[in-house]
T-cell receptor
Framework: DAKTTQPPSMDCAEGRAANLPCNHS???????VYWYRQIHSQGPQYIIH???NNETNEMASLIITEDRKSSTLILPHATLRDTAVYYC????????????FGKGTRLSVIA | ETGVTQSPTHLIKTRGQQVTLRCSSQ?????VSWYQQALGQGPQFIFQ???????GRGNFPPRFSGLQFPNYSSELNVNALELDDSALYLC?????????????FGEGSRLTVL
């Protein structure tokens, strides 16, 4: 079972920041937080991952609370092409453990 | 574009038949994993292959089997198809030695079982 809880859906106005929350209260010390997204009829796409420090790349920023029990994915300037299902996943650091997907958050970016 | 290619993109089978799905990994990746995604659900892990051997399996029956070839391409075989096997089947490649590195997914093969 997925170890994360996400809202089923969110809306965001085009050009505004999209903030997608995720709860992972049972996360272990050796587990990373990963975010993937899946645009309709495509395979999941990696966005970002982090352990305890905030992370930023060209796609998004990941903010992890100090107690690591929750995180927020931030898309700074959402576009219509960011409409997708966003999955928050916790995954162990060691080995090649599989991704355990929940149902994710369906983000709709509205013009 | 991830460099992971899957074939066929769509196929229709009848109950009881067998199916083989194929995946070509991204160049340089030595690990492949397969996921099943039913309509409206997140992908579910089937199994993973490294060095041509199964290395991890999810809650799927033995009629789901796989192969990994020396060039790291892979096959997923499903025998005795059931209606509930209708789903999008996703292949993902990665580099084993990078541990918890990112997985690169293909576009999937959509299987319909009638």
């Amino acid at each position: 079972d997925a170890k994360t809880t996400q809202p089923p859906s969110m809306d965001c106005a085009e050009g505004r920041a999209a903030n997608l929350p995720c709860n992972h209260s049972t996360i272990s010390g050796n587990e990373y937080v990963y975010w993937y997204r899946q645009i309709h009829s495509q395979g999941p796409q990696y966005i970002i991952h982090g352990l305890k420090n905030n992370e930023t790349n060209e796609m998004a920023s990941l903010i992890i609370t100090e107690d690591r029990k929750s995180s927020t994915l931030i898309l700074p300037h959402a576009t219509l092409r960011d409409t997708a299902v966003y999955y928050c996943i916790v995954r162990a650091l060691s080995g090649n453990t599989p991704l355990v997907f929940g149902k994710g958050t369906r983000l709709s970016v509205i013009a | 574009e991830t460099g992971v290619t899957q074939s066929p993109t769509h196929l229709i089978k009848t109950r009881g038949q067998q199916v083989t799905l194929r995946c070509s990994s991204q160049s340089g990746h030595n690990t492949v994993s397969w996921y099943q995604q039913a309509l409206g659900q997140g992908p579910q892990f089937i199994f993973q292959y490294y060095r041509e051997e199964e290395n991890g399996r999810g809650n799927f029956p033995p009629r789901f089997s796989g192969l990994q070839f020396p060039n790291y391409s892979s096959e997923l075989n499903v025998n005795a198809l059931e209606l509930d096997d209708s789903a999008l089947y996703l292949c993902a490649s990665s580099f084993w030695d990078r541990g918890a590195g990112e997985l690169f997914f293909g576009e999937g093969s959509r299987l319909t079982v009638l």
